[in-house]
């Protein structure tokens, strides 16, 4: 059973640091390439040709930004990675309090889910894998980052809001965990449970993932 996204249109990728000069032009439209491949099949498989196709590139390219498809794929997800990271970066200098900026997070984590939906395959390749260097530099680009606002954010919401005391590292396991199921086991859910992967299903799972979450944390559902 084929799965397709709830918006047949795929997102524009985040943008990189600075102007795209010289070869960093096709290496920008190759990870485009890759990002709307990936998004149209939900993670399933792309073929360097592929991708060079639909950037309108010399397949000699891949090997020339990025040294083989792998590298491509690593750049792709520490791309959308990093842009996550900045995302936290921003709500965080809203200045709300935890229990609000714990919704708007958990509810933009469900929803970049949608907007990426091959990245929780491609972030386990990777991880399962194990290669120091890459498991590293994206730690770097996420991990690390959210765990240490979690950790933040549950401190604030322990004081200020009466929340229990909560282990940040298990709870960084447990909201992605909670986020990410859904779309990697989405056969279950229209196969099984016969229910398609709409937007008004999305909108639901961003309502129950969110109360579930801060009832666990004994704060107030929104």
């Not at 770097?140 to 229990?164: N, S, V």
Request: charged share 25%; proline share 7%.
């Amino acid at each position: 059973m084929a799965a397709h996204p709830p918006d047949p249109t795929p997102s524009v990728l985040p943008p990189p640091d600075g102007e795209a000069l010289g070869a960093e032009v096709t290496r920008e439209k190759l990870l485009q390439a890759a990002h709307e491949l990936l998004y149209e099949r939900a993670g399933e498989p792309v073929t360097v040709s592929e991708i060079c196709t639909r950037a309108g590139a010399n397949v000699a390219m891949v090997k020339y930004c990025f040294g083989s498809k792998d590298g491509l794929l690593d750049a792709l997800v520490e791309r959308l990675l990093t842009q996550l990271t900045r995302e936290i970066d921003r709500l965080d200098a809203l200045g709300l309090p935890p229990g609000e900026a714990l919704r708007r997070h958990v509810a933009e984590m469900v929803r970049n889910y949608v907007r990426f939906p091959y990245v929780n395959r491609l972030l386990n390749e990777r991880l399962v894998r194990g290669e120091p260097d890459t498991v590293d530099r994206l730690s770097r680009a996420y991990a690390e980052p959210t765990r240490a606002w979690y950790a933040r954010l549950l401190a604030e919401g322990h004081r200020d809001e009466g929340w229990r005391e909560v282990d940040p590292t298990f709870f960084f396991f447990t909201v992605i965990g909670a986020c990410e199921f859904l779309f990697s086991a989405r056969t279950w859910l229209e196969r099984s449970f016969a229910e398609p992967m709409d937007q008004e299903l999305v909108e639901r799972f961003v309502t129950h993932t969110t109360e579930l979450v801060l009832a666990g944390l004994g704060g107030r559902p929104a």
